[in-house]
C-alpha cells in the first residue's frame, strides 16, 4: 500500500485513503467478477443521479479504469494489487451507500482523507478517524474483530463444521404460534447483560439462568448478544444457552457486516440473526439472506426510518422486519417510531406479504405492548425491562399484564 503512494496525485492518494472493502461479497465471489458487477451497478445507478452525480461517478470509474491499468505495471506486487482493487471496489461500494441514505461508513483503512487545494493535498490530523456516532464506532471496531477472527477460522473451516452444528429450529414459526397462542405479540426476550445507552442492567448475570426464567415466562424465542466490547455478551453465552436444554429459538443478536459472521452464528447454534439496514448496502442484505436461507437460518431485518424500511421492502424473500425505535446513534427511544412505518401502503405492503413485524427498543409496560400490537406488530423485541427484574419469568408477566406462559 505504502509503495502505490505518490503526493499531488489524486487518483493513487485517494487509492491508499479510500480503501473501504466491499465484504458482502469477499467470501464468495472472486473479486473480478464483484468489479464487473460493481461497475454495472455504478452505471444503473447514475440512470437515477444528478447530472452532478453522475461526472463524480463517471470520474471514479475513470480512477477505476486507471488503477486497473497500472494492474499491468510489473513493479507492483500482488498484494498491492489487491489493495487496488478493494479501493477500486470501495469507491463504488461508498457511493451505493450514498446513494441508498446509509450514512455508517465503513472503517477507513488507513487513515483519515486527504483533502485537496489546487494541486496540493493536506491531511487533517484525526479527521475522518474518529466515527461519527455509537454505532459506527461499534462497526468499526466490528471490521476488526472479525478480521483477526477470520484469521483464527476461515470460512472453509466454518462451513466443515456446518455439519455437527445443532440443527436449526424454526424462528418465525415460533413467534407466529406464539402469537396465536396468546393473543399478543410473540416475545423475543433479549439476554442483555449491558448496552452503550444503559451501562451494566444486571451486575449478577448468569445467562443459562434467565435463559430459563424467559423460557419459563412464556418467550417464545431468545436473542442473545454475542458483541463483548459494547454489550458484555459473548458467543459463548450464546453456545451455552443452546446446549442448556433451552428450546426457544435463538437470535443471534450481533452486528453483522461480513458474511463470515453469518456462518460462525450458525455453528454457535444461532437459529436467526440480525442484519442492520442502516449498516448494510441492499445488496448486502439480500445476498446475506439468501445465505440465510441456504443454511437455514432466518434473518431479522432491523429498520429504523423510512428509507430504510422502502429499501428492505423492495427487496425479495424478507419474511421479518424489525422496527427498533431506538435510534442507533443517538440512542434516542419513541415507540410512535413503529405506528409511523406502520403506517398507510407500508402496512399494507407488509400485511399482503405476510411479513412479521417485531416492535423493538423501549417497551416496558402492557400499555406499551397493546400500542405497538395496536399498529401491526406481531412480535416485540424486549430486553432492558424484563432482564432487569429480580425474577425474568415474573417481568414477563407483568410485561404483558398477564401471564404468557403455556
Ligand atoms: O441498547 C443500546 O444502547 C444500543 C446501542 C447501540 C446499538 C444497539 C443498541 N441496542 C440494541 C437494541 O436495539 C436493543 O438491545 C433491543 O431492541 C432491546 O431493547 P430494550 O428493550 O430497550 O433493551
Not at 18 to 40: D, M, W
Not at 160 to 180: H, I, Q, T
Amino acid at each position: 500500500m505504502e509503495g502505490l503512494y505518490v503526493v499531488n496525485s489524486r487518483a493513487n492518494s485517494s487509492a491508499l485513503f479510500s480503501a473501504h472493502k466491499f465484504r458482502a461479497h469477499q467470501l464468495l465471489n472472486p473479486i473480478p467478477q464483484k468489479i464487473t458487477y460493481l461497475r454495472s451497478m455504478a452505471q444503473t445507478h447514475m440512470l437515477n443521479h444528478s447530472p452532478h452525480k453522475q461526472f463524480s461517478i463517471k470520474a471514479q470509474m475513470a480512477e477505476i479504469n486507471a488503477g486497473l491499468a497500472s494492474m499491468s505495471n510489473p513493479t507492483i506486487s500482488n498484494e498491492d494489487l489487491l489493495k487496488i482493487k478493494e479501493w477500486e471496489i470501495g469507491i463504488l461500494q461508498g457511493e451505493l451507500a450514498a446513494s441508498q441514505g446509509i450514512s455508517i461508513r465503513r472503517r477507513p483503512p488507513s487513515g483519515p482523507p486527504p483533502y485537496y487545494v489546487g494541486p496540493f493535498e493536506f491531511h487533517l490530523q484525526n479527521e475522518g478517524k474518529t466515527p461519527c456516532n455509537i454505532l459506527e464506532e461499534i462497526i468499526w471496531y466490528k471490521d476488526v474483530e472479525v478480521s483477526e477472527m477470520k484469521k483464527r477460522k476461515s470460512l472453509s473451516m466454518l462451513k466443515m463444521l456446518l455439519d455437527n452444528a445443532p440443527p436449526a429450529r424454526d424462528f418465525v414459526g415460533a413467534l407466529k404460534a406464539a402469537n396465536l397462542r396468546t393473543g399478543v405479540p410473540g416475545l423475543i426476550a433479549e439476554v442483555k447483560k449491558a448496552s452503550p445507552s444503559r451501562g451494566v442492567m444486571r451486575e449478577d448475570f448468569d445467562p443459562v439462568l434467565i435463559a430459563k426464567a424467559y423460557e419459563k415466562g412464556g418467550a417464545a424465542c431468545l436473542s442473545v448478544l454475542t458483541d463483548e466490547k459494547f454489550f458484555q455478551g459473548s458467543f459463548e453465552n450464546l453456545e451455552v444457552i443452546r446446549n442448556s436444554g433451552v428450546q426457544c429459538p435463538l437470535l443471534c443478536k450481533e452486528f453483522i457486516i461480513d458474511a463470515w459472521q453469518i456462518y460462525y452464528a450458525r455453528v454457535k447454534g444461532a437459529d436467526a440473526i440480525l442484519l442492520i439496514a442502516a449498516v448494510l448496502l441492499d445488496l448486502d442484505i439480500k445476498y446475506m439472506v439468501t445465505i440465510c436461507k441456504l443454511i437455514g437460518l432466518a434473518a431479522l431485518v432491523e429498520v429504523h426510518n423510512e428509507r430504510e424500511m422502502d429499501r428492505v421492502l423492495a427487496l425479495e424473500g424478507i419474511e421479518l422486519v424489525g422496527i427498533n425505535n431506538r435510534d442507533l446513534g443517538t440512542f434516542k427511544v419513541d415507540i410512535s417510531n413503529t405506528k409511523t412505518l406502520l403506517e398507510g401502503e407500508r402496512g399494507e405492503r407488509i400485511r399482503e406479504r405476510g411479513i412479521i413485524v417485531v416492535g423493538e427498543s423501549g417497551l416496558f409496560t402492557p400499555a406499551d405492548i397493546a400500542y405497538v400490537q395496536g399498529a401491526g406488530v406481531k412480535a416485540v423485541l424486549v430486553g432492558e425491562s424484563i432482564v432487569k427484574q429480580k425474577d425474568p419469568t415474573a417481568g414477563i408477566a407483568g410485561l404483558f399484564g398477564k401471564n404468557i406462559a403455556s
